[in-house]
């Protein structure tokens, strides 16, 4: 028996019918060299008789003393977690981002441990997929990705290789507090009254209190300068999901011209995806969109956790030329973190949890405030660099699938594999119909970066 | 514009996360003769085209004066609702019945029409799958079955067919209270408070008050004997689904030999399959369970809506012999459909109600009465007589998918097809461990009344 922290309450307590609170990953595998045919069934068997499973995704939702705690689950039926399922004729990416749109969709059984193991069959020539749904109570999406990492190995003659469920457990890996968490900031920020998510009334005014004083303080002023946007709406309960990936090597051509970080090229991308989107929705603002982008500010290596801070991007969605936009982008986040590196953990703390906190506010009470403090997230997770193997098959790409929230429909977090930079969209299907097509205008984007350099 | 009736309100209040109230259908289909091997995937492009939704699956929820209301969806985005799904290796009976249990436990999104059409190539020998699943707010179960079978032709050269949701609508059907329900008798018996569901409290201390003065009624005291069993749990989100079909053929020659109804001898399958079932769990209460067995009461064919009754059927569980126990069963059903014969409208009404009142009480409030009036719910939905066909696809057979309940956690729903009886089981996965088991134990119920026949 383990309490909830309050950060892990603040995510049950968030989720409701049309916001799911679960984060996902989608990874792509070709079958081994010489594998037969029902590869993949096979394969399905063989993770079926791993019925031991391992913390934290033996817990399960249970209830001491008026407070929620993580029990172990007695009568785990595996059938329930782990799914060997199969995408219909042709078997194409657009049939399985169908499928994974729909799934992370559904909400999870709270009775049960809050994970899902879906084992995709029928993509493409000889391929398959697996996606997996944790509940951001349990683990958080740089703690999944960690784990889909130990999942895998560097061997492709390695075999035998046990699925996520039945990991070994690694010290600190029980302790739900480590891993980085942007909400817990939220948490700092309230002190005390954060621990008592039973008492949301007092945690909502003492989070309208401290953005009141903060707007009239010019040092905190620039907080509060994003538009009101069709992405800050309320959503409704239909995910799509759209992936890609895109090289590496390209990007950092396009970095390499105009002097920018990878980072930076790739918010770029992100700006154009949006302000094309937008303008062909009739729907650009007229002043330039905020990005949320999470950034880790560890400055040595003795502490396990990650130190997270916040940068506003502000993405220039306002400039048609391309290359002035990387260019502001750059400066922009340049400026954020020269400011970050002159700042005490205090003030990085502080910072953070203000810029989080009207969107914490709205999702606790439901009301919309004036101030929007940003329009989008744009998480960048880390993933391995080598090419990876799962007993034996390729991983060809790896994607993250986020949280969309209201007043946040669109979630693009990427993550970086073995010369390749992995897009992940989220977000409320009715809000922003034809998201996929951002797919394109990320491309687009980068295209057009390389034609301005000349590349 | 259409106001929800009280009815429907009932079923949106009820619905929560590990209870939804869907009703849902599954058809099994072979091949036309000649049929290409990519034929479901051709039927898929042609369903697309049917972008035209008819009354009423283009209706969403909104809500108008604070009062629930039925809207046309203006932006109805069919991919949400028509999907195309397939069954992974190797593609049996089993596999589909996996898959419509995870299917079946999602909730729907209430921001859109309450349907979804899931079409399921991957099927054995050039079969598919069709599962519909329907809101009961928006369609009741015989409504959807009805037009299920409306969607169906008895020849097998039509072509051009269309799906459910561009149906032609026929005059009648778009009123939702003419469908025969038994949820409308406790709205019966509650009079005006019945349509006042924001007062829920009024209206369970209602059902409380009309409960107790039954109680003490000698005439209704038989309705008040059930026993409590593992049936009558708390359920969780996991639904577990269950199909089969069974000779009419079989189960006909054994009416004959015990001179009883269809009804009967299947009501003694259920009986035997729950009996062993139970024993296995080592959970078999020593009084009989007894059965809500919904009948048709209809003396003539003057009136379009069907008048619906409630039998409590005595399943005889405690009794060993099984020629026995359908004879029983038999003189129980028959004794209760005499005593329906000698009552007025209203009598049948109140009747029903007081049978249905303490689940209602239940399910409104969440507590949890002392008095179980029924251990589980056996309903037997007429189904079409004749072969069917749906685009030159023989239907081989159709399954009910009902819904379960806190405190009723199985539910037994059966339909005649074309000389087989179709059984649909839907239970609570946690509550009911290996429920699938009892389609073993119904066999075992008809081949043991065989023997005891003689047959």
Known sequence: MKPLSPTDQLFLWLEKRQQPMHVGGLQLFSFPEGAPDDYVAQLAEQLRRHTQVTTPFDRRLDTRLAQPVWVHDEHLDLEHHFRFEALPTPGRIRELLTFVSAEHSHLMDRERPLWEFHLIEGLGERQFAVYIKVHHALVDGISAMRMIQQMLTTNPAERDMPPIWDLPVRAGRDDGDDGPSLWRSVGHLLGESGKQLGTVPTVARELLRTINDARKDPAYDSIFHAPRSILNQKITGSRRFAAQSYSLDRIKAVCHAFHTTVND??????ATALRTYLMNQDALPAKPLIAMVPVSL?????????????????????????AVRLTRIHQGIQTAKDRYATMSSEEIINYTALTLAPAAFHLLTG?????????????NVPGPKETCYWNGARLEGMYPVSIA????????????YNGQVEFGLVGCRRTLPSLQRMLDYLEDGLAELERAAGL
Do not use: F
């Open 405 to 416: 929230m209201d007043r946040l429909a669109l979630n693009m977090t990427l993550t970086s």
């Open 367 to 379: 009301m919309a405030p004036k101030w929007q403090t940003y329009n989008v997230v744009i998480s």
């Open 298 to 322: 560890r400055k040595d290596d003795s502490s396990e956790g990650n130190q997270v801070g916040v940068i506003l991007a502000n993405l220039h969605t306002d400039e048609p030329d391309a």
């Open 265 to 270: 090229v790739v918010t770029a991308m992100c």
